[in-house]
């Protein structure tokens, strides 16, 4: 009930907010600050692009290939020497309460691994494989093109879905060191929305009800008080240039860090999405002063020993504001689907040069809270 109110009530100012102010419909959540050590945070992610760009992986620390929960393990150090710069997990089926992630981590371990990464000072970015509110399949469900109507002010499952905005709201306020201090994250929710594979997808909903559930789940987490996250809005490789990728963009007061996912299967398509993205998100990051990142990228199984130095390095360098590039998970359930080198694998001598090339940064390089 609590939650419903609050939800109300943050919609409402919103709704006042636009009406008072036509011009400035973007600016729909007022009163809303981020701890000091999240400014900072952002602040060091623009500086640390003149330095270099930052490594990351997804679900780094908490298992890799032959491995599961060892602690201080990573497939990355167990190669080069030193943990990624960022490391990324996922809240998927938070929303259902129970004490594991989609991926069958529990949400405890990513509390304790997310308070490493930051005391490394390193930092976080948490995506959201959410469930499907409607049908109760997965994220991957798109079998309805109704839900996100549905969970919108006044649809059906709106009251329900703004509890599972709530325990996402909980769950960010309790990543705390110690001493008390928020432990800032970047949060990567409805990603990869201009392909239609997730229930946010594209032809899932229209341009408006996809800015709409940004507005409210952005609103929602400031109103209970989430002052530790930066967002991140990450298209898939889809649009050929900025205005398609402002399409469905929520607007400046909304979103941090923009960015997009895109994998290589074709070399010569990969390399023509890289270069057209990366040209795309580094124009827009100097026009809406946001910071450009690469949120997701990789060769499955990195078939290629040379990727790293070969494709990928050369790529990014021509893109010298971008700061960091996350690679996705090497899992343990799945062997064949990795995407970082761990000893032995065919690309880990080429990591460790690219490892070694001082335009990349790994979590000894950087201090993103001081
Ligand atoms: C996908 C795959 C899935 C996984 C999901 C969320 O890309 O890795 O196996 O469940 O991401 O991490």
New binding site residues.
Partial sequence: MMKKLTMAAALLTAGLLVACNPGKQEQQSENWTRTPETEKLLANMKKTAAQGIMFGHHDDTVYGIGWEGDEGRSDVKSVCGDYPAVVSF?L?ELELGGPKN??KVAFDTLRKEILKQYQRGGMVSLSW?VRNPKTGGDAWDVTDSTVVRSILPGGENHDKFAGWLGSVADFLNSLQTPEGVKVPVLFRPWHEHTGSWFWWGEKLCTPDEYKTLWHMTVDSLRTHGVDNALYAYSTGGEPQDTTQYLVRYPGDDYIDVIGFDTYQFDKDAFLETLNRMLGIITTLGQTHDKVPALTEVGYEGVPDAQWWTGTLLPTLEKYPSLSYVLA??N?RE?VT?FYAPYPGQASAADFVEFYKNPKTLFAADVKLYE
Avoid: N, Q, S, T
């Fill in positions: 996922d998927g989609l991926d494989h996705w998970r899992a799945k689907h």
